[in-house]
């Protein structure tokens, strides 16, 4: 409550309905300056080396469709050439029409990110959900030959991507 003096005639003191807001506006410029100082700290900025894939290794299946992605932008199904507007019909022949079996991605580490993501987004176009990505083992210090980066032990780290995005989730390995 907030009292008025002076103005007043009688030693009564009147009561006035105006709020003080001295106390309400040293509270707010407190949290003002709490937040301010707190909300640089909770962003993330810290560069981080992500740990590499140590998925076990499963079963082969009988007759994998690889799909690579070689260095100069070219395109192999299995070891034959295709061009990018052949691709579809290419992997229709391979899989027999089997557009739930899981194919084999391949790209080569000179590879821009975009071009793969390009190359995904052309798997899901042509009906092709379920993509894994291959990459060496986390043990393997061989380089990528001129064949792409598969000259070693090769771990597909991806899986089926049922949704709208380019990017595989976990799946097994052959």
């Not at 560069?47 to 998925?55: I, K, M, N, Q, R």
């Amino acid at each position: 409550m907030a009292v008025q003096l002076g103005s007043s005639s009688d030693d009564d003191m009147a009561e006035q309905s105006d709020i003080n807001v001295t106390p309400f506006i040293d509270v707010m410029l407190v949290l003002l300056i709490i937040f301010m100082v707190a909300a640089p700290l909770s962003t993330v900025d810290a560069p981080v080396d992500l740990p590499v894939s140590t998925a076990k290794p499963q079963p082969r299946p009988d007759k994998p469709i690889f799909v690579t992605l070689k260095a100069d932008l070219s395109l192999l199904v299995g070891e034959t050439p295709v061009a990018p507007d052949l691709l579809a019909t290419t992997l229709d022949v391979q899989s027999k029409m089997n557009r739930e079996q899981r194919l084999f991605v391949r790209a080569d580490q000179a590879v821009p990110y975009g071009e793969l993501t390009r190359l995904m987004n052309m798997l899901r176009a042509a009906g092709y959900l379920k993509v894994a990505l291959v990459a060496l083992e986390s043990g393997s210090t061989q380089d990528a030959g001129p064949g792409g980066p598969a000259s070693g032990p090769a771990v597909p780290t991806g899986g089926a991507a049922p949704s709208a995005g380019p990017a595989p989730s976990a799946s097994p390995t052959p």
